[in-house]
């Protein structure tokens, strides 16, 4: 037991004892994540009888003061997972909630489900092989017991009820008060404007319902995790996000977390529920989960810019904003364009230049101190790499793609400076203007593989341009 978890595990004697109330002994408690709002601790504990038992321990950080829109207490959390477990769906079950006498804050204890919750594991090892089969199908069964719950007035008046043209308006403006240009995310924000679903149905939403927050295990779906982001709304938001590219961790050609095709999701679906899945609505979400992340990882890199989140991680998660945007290309603009060439603009000086110099720390860093490091420390040792790569290119070729953007941007608007141009584009776009034009498209595609590439070159969604 670490150090840093003596104040969790002294005061988990109020708690185990309501579960355990003939007695138990405390063997161990690690804690397994640590997101944004809320924390994982896995706690083991040997019976009276002598047997070891598991719990899953989860709470809101200690320090967290104001929540993200739509961010759900641990308590009505707790609600929603017995709410679903009893309606039928995979969840774990939730033993006791954490109360005042405790002194562990706002949480629950649930118990512990043994299975596969990586995204890129559960997409490449073998093992799940004959799993990955069938696995789109039991996410669209499960999905739609998940939209059939009951919502009585009490959850109803305590869960955020959006419309899909009020979830693009508030994505968009909160965008917008970043002050970034993202002529990409103003284009993609006015398709959506024009594209909402007919007639969006209004349910209980998972909100957050992807690979990476299912748990697998060899003979199939364990359970749905991570409630927080749950809602009221349309339903196929949670059959859209499930698609995004983000999420299938480089499986491209499987729509559906990169295990599945959209034919078995809605297969899944429909053999539970009434309602015929219409496809266009998945793919607005589709569009909608790609516009959104391209937004909140802008915003994530805004939090770390203003102090309020000072992680290395952040400004890097920042650059894959072009990833998402990409993806909305692909979704929306499908057409040529060409990758950057890797050797342009690159000199042979007689001393190492600064781009040298920081190919040369990255090297270390992920072939030396990564390798000899584990957990945190390697984790943060590979995110430190990544963020000298994106360095590096920028040194070395972005110049020339900045350049050739603006060239881009004065066939369009005539001469001007890049942040001006970029700024022009964006206002056009968001007055509803060149949306349909040919030579806008060509260059938002260009410009997004452009960027994406500087921030991630082996990014999946840029394939396609390597095999034109």
Not at 205 to 217: A, E, I, P, S
Not at 369 to 376: D, M
Not at 429 to 458: F, I
Request: aromatic share 6%.
């Amino acid at each position: 037991m670490t150090d840093d978890l003596i104040d969790i595990s002294t005061g988990l004697g109020h708690l185990l004892t309501r579960i355990e109330p003939t007695g138990y002994e405390l063997i161990d408690c690690s804690q397994v994540t640590a997101g944004a709002s809320q924390q994982t601790f896995k706690i083991t504990v040997r019976s009276e009888n002598g047997e070891l038992i598991r719990y899953a321990l989860r709470r809101e950080q200690p320090e967290q003061i104001n929540r993200n829109a739509g961010q759900l207490t641990a308590a009505l959390e707790a609600r929603l997972l017995k709410l679903a477990r009893s309606n039928g769906v995979l969840v774990p079950e939730v033993l006791a909630e954490l109360e005042p006498s405790d002194g562990l804050g706002q949480g629950y204890m649930m118990a512990w489900l043994e299975g596969e919750t990586l995204g890129q594991r559960i997409v490449k090892r073998p093992e799940f092989e004959a799993v990955r089969q069938n696995l789109a199908f039991e996410c669209g069964r499960e999905l739609a017991k998940i939209h059939a719950i009951p919502v009585d007035q009490s959850l109803a008046a305590a869960l955020n009820t959006v419309s899909p043209e009020a979830l693009v308006r508030e994505t968009w403006s909160g965008y917008q008060t970043l002050g970034s240009p993202q002529p990409m995310i103003d284009f993609t924000a006015q398709w959506l404007l024009k594209n909402l679903p007919d007639s969006a149905a209004s349910t209980l939403v998972h909100g957050d319902f992807r690979n990476g927050n299912l748990m697998v295990g060899e003979s199939g779906l364990v359970a749905v995790l991570d409630w927080e982001l749950a809602h009221i709304g349309d339903p196929m938001r949670d059959l859209g996000w499930l698609c995004v590219n983000s999420w299938r961790f480089g499986f491209t050609s499987k729509t559906v977390g990169g295990f599945g095709t959209v034919e078995q999701l809605i297969a899944g679906y429909e053999s539970v529920s009434a309602t015929q899945v219409d496809r266009g609505a998945i793919k607005f979400w589709q569009v909608f989960g790609s516009f959104w992340w391209s937004v909140t990882t802008l915003g994530m890199a805004a939090t770390w810019r203003s102090g309020e989140t000072p992680s290395l991680e952040r400004p890097v998660i920042g650059r894959r904003s072009s990833e998402a945007q990409l993806d909305c290309v692909n979704l929306l603009i499908p057409g040529p364009a060409q990758l950057p060439d890797a050797t342009l603009n690159l000199a042979a000086p007689d001393l190492p230049e600064a781009a040298e110099l920081i190919t040369s720390v990255r090297h270390y860093l992920s072939e030396s101190v990564a390798p000899a490091a584990s957990g945190a420390a390697q984790f943060i040792a590979r995110v430190a790499a990544n963020s000298l790569a994106i360095a590096e290119r920028e040194m070395t070729i972005g110049g020339v793609l900045r350049d050739a953007e603006r060239g881009r941007l004065n066939g369009i608007f005539g001469d001007g400076a890049l942040p001006a141009l970029r700024h022009k584009l964006c206002d056009e776009l968001c007055a509803g203007n060149l949306v349909g034009v040919k030579r806008v498209a060509d260059h938002l595609r260009q410009t997004a593989v452009d960027r994406c590439w500087l921030d991630q070159p082996t990014y999946s969604a840029l394939q396609v341009y390597a095999e034109l």
